[in-house]
């Protein structure tokens, strides 16, 4: 069993707070290194073009809008079996992707052993290209419950500006072979 770890921001950019996994896992990747070394992927909207991506790891961790009934801005954060069944009501297109995703991975016996989802409650979700000023005050919290979420899988984040490892993090605009 694997235990390489990938981080796949969600979500579509152009649909203001639904693009907020995307933005997240950019910063991340612009601010942190991380030891061990995971990949980080923006995922967009792919949804089930995924699945041969996340195949070969045995943690992945997605960032994403999530309608769960909150205040707009509460994170989050589901793991396991808990991460399909919070997916019921949909914020966009991608959100039952990410379902059909899980789904699709079980059948074909291609479920990475830990999943983990952190999402935030979005405020909005029409056109427009910058997540609601209340999410962007509000991504720090999740960009730190992502972080929380990597430590307590041994992966140690470390501040990019401060570090002379640049090897840190392999990111992937888009799922390649595997």
């Known amino acids: 069993m694997t235990s390489k770890t990938c981080l796949i921001g969600l979500g579509n950019i152009l ?6 996994g995307v933005h997240a896992v950019r910063e991340i990747e612009r601010r942190f290194r991380f030891s061990p070394q995971i990949a980080i ?9 995924l699945l041969p991506l996340i195949e070969g790891y045995g943690r992945v961790l997605f960032v994403d809008a999530v309608e769960a009934g909150r205040e707009p801005g509460a994170v989050i954060v ?5 991460v399909p069944a919070c997916l019921g009501a949909q914020v966009s297109v991608h959100q039952a992707g990410l379902a059909d995703l899980l789904y699709a991975a079980r059948m074909a016996g291609m479920m ?25 005050d509000k991504r720090e919290e999740l960009i ?15 501040d990019a500006a401060h570090s002379s490892d640049e090897g840190g993090c392999d990111v992937q605009e888009m799922p390649g072979p595997t």
């Open 15 to 20: 649909m203001q707070d639904d693009g907020i």
């Open 41 to 49: 992927v923006d995922g967009g909207t792919l949804g089930l073009a």
């Open 78 to 82: 589901r793991e396991g079996e808990e």
């Open 112 to 136: 990475p052993p830990e999943v983990c989802l952190v999402g935030i409650q979005p405020q909005a979700v029409g056109l427009g290209l910058e997540p609601t000023p209340l999410l962007r």
């Open 144 to 158: 730190t419950s992502v972080l929380a979420r990597l430590a307590a899988w041994g992966i140690k984040a470390a």
